[in-house]
């Protein structure tokens, strides 16, 4: 194989951003299907083939890989056929609704190159601070804190599709649309916790259902603690992590990384100090980063060198489950009112949607036949 033959499945907001903006600037990659159940969207595309059904684009022969940016429940079911018809897969986020819908997809991953848009690995400034936890250099972390507000969206955006902000439509608010990629490099860069508890607002700002206003409280297997704030209700928004560590302070804000790190460390220092008010030395270091201009575009690159070179991906797919679960436990803890044991039982969480689902006055999948019926995604 000398290049890849991409289908783009979904041509709203996001699949028709990525024809314009990335796809020209791919190298060994070319555009020769899509596929939307609106047969407008597609008028653009005249010189490539065209389908209203994702299956018969599937199973055209036209392409060897896809990328899936349908409306949330769909990625499922279309990533399944995908994989299952022996296509690489690329899907937008977040993977999938819920923990079980995950594992299902997953499950039909037979080896082909599988990866999602969580563009924002590609971030220098989240890499630089992997690098920096993963190192060792920080010690042990004791505490994590992200508060991340700048995600602000109006009534009109919510309002521009019947399927936005519904339980059945979308699956969630802020956790399973904008967030996902602050829960993917929470635990990119931390790790997985062992258990949290979360205090949502559901339309606490805006005229919708499903959550725009978190805070959630974690613990991780070694005893540090963290907090994850979002919302999509404030203005002007905020994007600060700060990390407390053996070994200093590290924090991130307005694109900058300060290490404050101490002389020794800390919990050696509080043992050995005859003090009682002690300091000691510390030294600050902005750490350099780089930012990609196009981060979706760096996805997509990675994508195709990992098909056609064997490169190894900057986001597989299959860790796309665990920002998937750590949303769903948030949204479930504040629900019941409990602190929820991670990993999660992705049957209880499928039972909890699909009741909130049944009992919406709002919720409607979008107007697009690329959305199957529901009950595919609540195991009947």
Known sequence: MDRVRLGVIGLGNMGAAHIRDSLPKVDRLVLTAV??????????????????NPSDLIQSGLVNAVLIATPHYAH??????????????????PISVHKADCEKLIAAHKGQVFAAMFNQRTDGAYQAIRRLVQSGE?????RVSWII???????????????????????????????PHNLDLFQWMFGMPVRLRAFCGFGKYHDIEVE????????FANGATGTFITTTGEFPGSNRLEIAADRGRVTYQDGKIVFDRTSES????????PSSFPGMPTWRCEIPTSNPSNQHLEIIKNFTAAILDGAELLAPAVEGIHSVELANAMILSSLDGETIELPMDSAR????????????????????????????????
Request: charged share 25%; proline share 1%.
């Open 35 to 52: 596929s939307d159940a609106d047969a407008t969207r597609m008028d653009r595309y005249e010189k490539v083939a065209q389908f209203e």
């Open 76 to 93: 499922t079911s279309v990533g399944i056929e995908a994989l299952e018809a022996g296509l690489h897969v690329l899907v937008e986020k």
């Open 138 to 142: 920080l010690g042990e972390i004791k």
């Open 149 to 179: 507000t700048n995600w602000f969206r109006s009534e009109a955006y919510y309002a521009s599709g019947g399927w936005r902000a519904t339980w059945g439509g979308e699956g969630g608010g802020v956790l399973l649309n904008q967030a």
């Open 212 to 219: 725009d206003d978190v805070t959630a409280y974690v613990e």
């Open 266 to 273: 800390v919990s050696e220092f509080s043992k050995t100090t």
């Open 349 to 380: 969480y499928e039972a909890k949607l699909a009741e909130l689902v049944k009992n919406s006055a709002r919720s409607k999948p979008a107007g697009n036949a690329e959305v199957a019926d529901l009950s595919s995604s609540f195991g009947n």
